[in-house]
């Protein structure tokens, strides 16, 4: 059985281009997607704010240990479960408002923008207003940054469906460069379902969106530090 994904590719020579997957490698790969996020989490969690505006040294980079795949109380992986409901339950058209109150509704502690655009959902202060910078001080944070895999891995090769579902989720809590952020990582988990070279899937994507080139750039740029694994 093969999913066929018919894609309006955005990039320098604009056309339609029809890419296929199956369903067995594309369980596969959706899985591996939220194991990795969890062992991220898990990994970088105890280095949080503890080095800011610089790299880890790497002798302090924490030893990584199986136990730490469990990142279920991580704001990075629960946040996403309430957009997820959310489109399982009102379906891939749903409104921003209808994302507003559910997201207004959730029960579990936030932080920075997440919070500060909840607490203005819940203080009256519909979406897209609820992430503007004019009520909402954080809407530059990477909230939706990290909470943005969920887009990537329901949209395989779909690079417009990433930026459609940031503007749905996304405009909860963050705007400008905080969105951009999230639909950028987003693009590049889509993209990753058919290119398996790092390098290329980073740079990329910066035509998801012309508007965050100077965070996508910036983003690339993070990405250069690292070296791919071999």
Request: aromatic share 10%; proline share 6%.
């Amino acid at each position: 059985m093969t999913i066929i994904l018919s894609c309006l590719m955005i990039l320098s020579c604009s056309r339609t281009e029809v890419r296929k997957i199956s369903v067995d490698t594309y369980i596969d790969k959706m899985k591996a997607g939220w194991i990795g996020q969890m062992a991220g989490v898990g990994w970088g969690g105890p280095t949080e704010f503890k080095w800011q505006g610089q790299i880890i040294p790497a002798e302090d980079v924490p030893n990584w240990t199986p136990d730490m795949i469990n990142q279920f109380h991580q704001d990075d992986i629960y946040v996403e479960m309430t957009f997820l409901r959310t489109l399982e339950q009102h379906g891939l058209g749903v409104s921003i408002r209808q994302a507003g109150i559910d997201f207004a509704n959730s029960q579990y502690m936030l932080w920075h923008a997440n919070k500060a655009g909840r607490d203005n959902l819940r203080s009256g202060i519909a979406p897209p207003w609820s992430g503007h910078p004019h009520f909402n001080s954080h809407a530059d944070d990477i909230d939706y940054q990290i909470e943005a895999d969920y887009a990537g891995l329901i949209s395989p090769g779909l690079p417009q469906s990433c930026i459609d579902l940031g503007e749905i989720f996304g405009r909860l809590m963050n705007y400008g460069d905080g969105l951009y952020g999230g639909q950028f990582v987003a693009g590049m988990y889509a993209e990753a379902f058919f290119e398996n070279d790092i390098d290329k899937n980073c740079s990329g994507r910066f035509s998801l969106h012309p508007e965050a080139e100077p965070v996508l750039r910036s983003d690339h740029r993070c990405g250069r530090w690292v070296p791919s694994p071999s």
